[in-house]
């Protein structure tokens, strides 16, 4: 699938996405003349059917219902796992666009992915670390990709930057997959850990299946259900939420019919 295409699909796959549409169309139909009742009532139906839905995904934890699922379907990875031949962690929780004018690259939903590839190299010294993202390379010099940039940030944690792959051409998940393997070119069943967050973690462990990871494993980083603040979250962060976890059902089905994954709800 082109990846202009995909992106346009992939904004299409969000819940508010679809409202905004319904709210739009709705209210464009609702003002029609009287020759075209029909379409003005149905107009105002999709008002309605709007509304409704604004009101069920803002007001009610709909969001976690959908976002559980994900999240726990792989447990974090335990203390005494047996030692792995690397890491690697992909992007897509953090923007290094703002490092040149304030010094700090911006945290993105699931930022604590960073936090448990530090902890995991910690534990586990000497071991490379691939970082996959793609990303832009200013006219200074400073490498803003999203590899370079997560790389920046687990050097800063003190972890020895020789260890470092940068993979700096992967736009999505299956990217991620398929240019990490052909990087790094990991022997059959080599125990690798992949570390994304926990509500991305099915889409991700299928596609690097697929790609040819058989060994990999789930490093889980943590998701937002088990946040004790989420009952307080505005109708606005909970139609984020829900769409994060909405986008993710849809990409699993995507990728499965793509076959850029080795199951429709991949299992540890």
């Known amino acids: 699938m082109p990846f202009t295409l995909g992106k346009v699909l992939g904004l299409l796959a969000y819940p508010s996405t679809l409202i905004l549409l319904a709210l739009v169309v709705g209210l464009a139909a609702s003002v029609l003349p009287d020759r075209l009742a029909l379409l003005r009532g149905l107009g105002r139906a999709l008002l309605g059917l709007a509304v409704v839905a604004y009101a069920v995904i803002g007001l009610t934890p709909a969001w976690r219902w959908i976002a559980e699922p994900l999240e726990t379907r792989f447990p974090p990875l335990a203390a005494d796992a047996p030692a792995p031949e690397g890491i690697v962690l992909i992007g897509g929780m953090i923007d290094g666009a703002?490092?040149?004018?304030?010094?700090?690259?911006?945290?993105?939903?699931?930022?604590?992915?960073?936090?448990?590839?530090?902890?995991?190299?910690?534990?586990?010294?000497?071991?490379?670390?691939?970082?996959?993202?793609?990303?832009?390379?200013?006219?200074?010099?400073?490498?803003?990709?999203?590899?370079?940039?997560?790389?920046?940030?687990?050097?800063?944690?003190?972890?020895?930057?020789?260890?470092?792959?940068?993979?700096?051409?992967?736009?999505?998940?299956?990217?991620?997959?398929?240019?990490?393997?052909?990087?790094?070119?990991?022997?059959?069943?080599?125990?690798?850990?992949?570390?994304?967050?926990?509500?991305?973690?099915?889409?991700?462990?299928?596609?690097?299946?697929?790609?040819?990871?058989?060994?990999?494993?789930?490093?889980?980083?943590?998701?937002e259900t088990v946040r004790r603040a989420a009952p307080t979250a505005s109708p606005g962060r909970r139609l984020h939420l829900f769409d994060v976890a909405a986008r993710e059902w849809s990409g699993l089905l995507a990728y499965r019919l793509l076959g850029r994954s080795s199951a429709l709800y991949p299992a540890p």
């Open 98 to 223: 703002t490092e040149p004018a304030t010094g700090q690259a911006k945290a993105l939903m699931g930022i604590e992915a960073l936090e448990t590839t530090i902890r995991l190299a910690r534990r586990h010294p000497g071991i490379p670390i691939v970082f996959s993202g793609t990303g832009s390379i200013e006219a200074d010099g400073v490498d803003l990709s999203e590899a370079a940039t997560m790389a920046r940030a687990v050097g800063a944690a003190g972890i020895d930057a020789g260890r470092f792959v940068l993979e700096r051409r992967a736009r999505t998940t299956w990217e991620n997959a398929v240019f990490s393997h052909r990087m790094i070119e990991p022997r059959p069943g080599a125990r690798w850990l992949l570390v994304t967050p926990s509500w991305h973690m099915p889409r991700s462990i299928g596609a690097f299946r697929a790609a040819g990871w058989d060994g990999i494993v789930a490093a889980p980083s943590l998701g």
